[in-house]
């Protein structure tokens, strides 16, 4: 594989430091890495494959000698930089919501969509939620068509970053909590993301109007009720559905069997279902409870769960610029 020159903006950080682990056991072969990430960490080292790297803070020439950047930062940071990279001419692969919803970016979920990438310097990352939703949804959507979808996630603390992890610790000592409404370890808090004049917050927003992109169906009628857990890692969405053919699970099962992706887990009698200990440190998304609706014979049910930092963040990134890589994706 030939020589990359990488970039990881945010490398300090839950997402970043995820990215990190990945990069390290992967085949890439890396002639350039730069770590970027705020003024507290600048100066200190990071060792990766055995080298010490330095952590930089930003500057208008910081990109210029890179071919990828990743952007594992805040909506804001990906606003005020990722213009930079692009300027330096660098692909970009945001893990911010701050462009998904952009028409000229793609918005990619790599077991679905990747030919959306085109020619694209910039490449966004779907929400964690989103991503292992529409991996357990696409196939649905091929075989039957998919009218309405009902999300109900069970997110954990570290999908809010370190901060949602300080205020895990801080409740398991009952102590304040400094980022979260109610003490996370008493509550389930189903509030995600700042909330919106419809009573909406946005984190829910963001899983229905992300579905509708990558599956490219505006006309499936989506609505989500997202909730804070108090679980450090993995999230899991419980999914109702209907479709406009008839089901057929025995069909529905087989796909999902075929799919590389997939950890078909449904054999409730004898607790066989997805947890979040199993898909712990893991790209894979596990799939279970499918079951038709009591009322109606179009309607779905199922329980998805995956590690909302790997496949739900870094490793989705990773799949994307291996893709950009073997298809010879340069900067022109």
Do not use: W
Not at 109 to 120: C, F, Q, R, W
Not at 126 to 133: R, W
Not at 191 to 207: H, S, W
Not at 232 to 258: F, G, M, P
């Amino acid at each position: 594989m030939k020589k990359i020159k990488l970039g990881i903006v945010g490398s300090t950080g839950l997402v970043g430091s995820v990215l990190l682990e990945i990069l390290e056991k992967s085949n890439f072969n890396i002639g350039e890495l730069r770590l970027f990430a705020s003024e507290k960490s600048k100066g200190k080292f990071i060792t990766f494959k055995n080298q010490k790297y330095q952590i930089e803070t930003i500057d208008d020439h910081s990109f210029e000698s890179l071919d990828y950047v990743f952007f594992c930062t805040s909506a804001s940071v990906s606003k005020k930089y990722v213009p930079l990279a692009l300027k330096s001419k660098c692909i970009v692969i945001d893990n911010s919501s701050f462009f998904r919803m952009n028409n000229d970016v793609p918005l990619i979920v790599p077991e679905i969509n990747l030919e959306d990438i085109k020619d694209s310097k910039l490449i966004s990352n779907p929400n964690c939620s989103t991503i292992q939703s529409l991996v357990a949804l696409k196939p649905i959507h091929d075989l039957f068509g998919i009218n309405k979808i009902i999300y109900s996630t069970y997110q954990a603390v570290s999908g809010a970053g370190v901060k949602g992890i300080k205020d895990y610790y801080s409740s398991l000592l009952n102590q304040k909590n400094h980022f979260f409404p109610y003490l996370i370890t008493e509550s389930l808090i189903p509030e995600i993301d700042n909330p919106l004049d419809n009573n909406f917050t946005k984190e829910e927003v963001k899983m229905v109007e992300e579905t509708k992109k990558i599956l490219k169906d505006n006309d499936i009628d989506i609505n989500a009720t997202c909730v804070r857990v108090p679980l450090l890692r993995t999230h899991a969405v419980s999914i109702y559905l209907e479709t406009s053919k008839e089901l057929d699970l025995n069909l529905l099962k087989s796909k999902y069997l075929e799919n590389k992706s997939i950890i078909l887990l449904d054999d409730l009698k004898n607790h066989i279902y997805p947890v979040g200990e199993k898909a712990l440190n893991n790209d894979l998304v596990y799939i279970g409870r499918i079951r038709k609706s009591l009322n109606n014979p179009k309607g779905l049910l199922l329980y998805v769960v995956s590690d909302n930092l790997r496949k739900g963040a870094a490793s989705n990134m990773v799949q994307i610029l291996e893709y950009l890589v073997k298809n010879n994706r340069d900067i022109i």
